[in-house]
T-cell receptor, first 111, second 114 residues
Framework: EDQVTQSPEALRLQEGESSSLNCSYT??????LFWYRQDPGKGPEFLFTLYSAGEEKEKERLKATLTKKESFLHITAPKPEDSATYLC????????????FGTGTRLKVLA | ETGVTQTPRHLVMGMTNKKSLKCEQHLGHNAMYWYKQSAKKPLELMFV???????ENNSVPSRFSPECPNSSHLFLHLHTLQPEDSALYLCASSQGPGTNYEQYFGPGTRLTVT
């Protein structure tokens, strides 16, 4: 069964303390991997799409990388405003509109 | 502003009520989705419409009934819900038709079934 697992479930960082979030998947023939940010009481906000192993994308303090089995979201020198839940989703092969989401990592950055 | 709006933002309904959730996208996208988000669970895909035609229906109980009158609007009609249906209902759109596109989400409707 296709699965997406995110770790850790929750993470507390001091402002400026860099770290990484993990998204591992069991989908074969990945068609796309997506990262989203979700603030409390809001819908997920799109961050990145990755399509093939070795690909990297950057946006401000965030950098997403992809291997054949997992993706990492690296957060460099985070600020309190980076506090949110980060969701990972994968799209399996098959030509459908199916997106498989993980349960997310709740990030809290302390000032 | 993501370009996807949802109303109402909060809804409390009894198990015998009938209500509807509305979603509108201003992005010119061709695919629209309904998701259910419950605490500590992954987003659950409920329905997908592409060019106003339903293309996915993930074994959702019949008490949830979707409607897509055009490519900009999506409704979720609710009737005789159960308390376990209480959740955040998210609407999303993507460029479509076809896949590999990122989704843009609305702010959600927080539904409480009493």
């Amino acid at each position: 069964e296709d699965q997406v697992t995110q770790s850790p479930e929750a993470l507390r960082l001091q402002e400026g303390e860099s770290s990484s979030l993990n998204c591992s998947y069991t989908v074969s023939g990945l068609r796309g991997l997506f990262w989203y940010r979700q603030d409390p009481g809001k819908g997920p906000e799109f961050l990145f799409t990755l399509y093939s192993a070795g690909e990297e994308k950057e946006k401000e303090r965030l950098k997403a990388t992809l291997t054949k089995k997992e993706s990492f979201l690296h957060i460099t020198a985070p600020k309190p405003e980076d506090s949110a839940t980060y969701l990972c989703a994968v799209q399996p092969p098959g030509g459908t509109y199916k997106y498989i989401f993980g349960t997310g990592t709740r990030l809290k950055v302390l000032a | 502003e993501t370009g996807v709006t949802q109303t109402p933002r909060h809804l409390v309904m009894g198990m015998t009520n009938k209500k509807s959730l509305k979603c509108e996208q201003h992005l010119g996208h061709n695919a629209m989705y309904w998701y259910k988000q419950s605490a500590k669970k992954p987003l659950e895909l409920m329905f997908v419409y592409s060019l106003e035609e339903r293309v996915e229906n993930n074994s959702v109980p019949s008490r949830f009934s979707p409607e897509c009158p055009n490519s900009s609007h999506l409704f979720l009609h609710l009737h005789t819900l159960q308390p376990e249906d209480s959740a955040l209902y998210l609407c999303a759109s993507s460029q479509g038709p076809g896949t590999n596109y990122e989704q843009y989400f609305g702010p959600g409707t927080r539904l409480t079934v009493t």
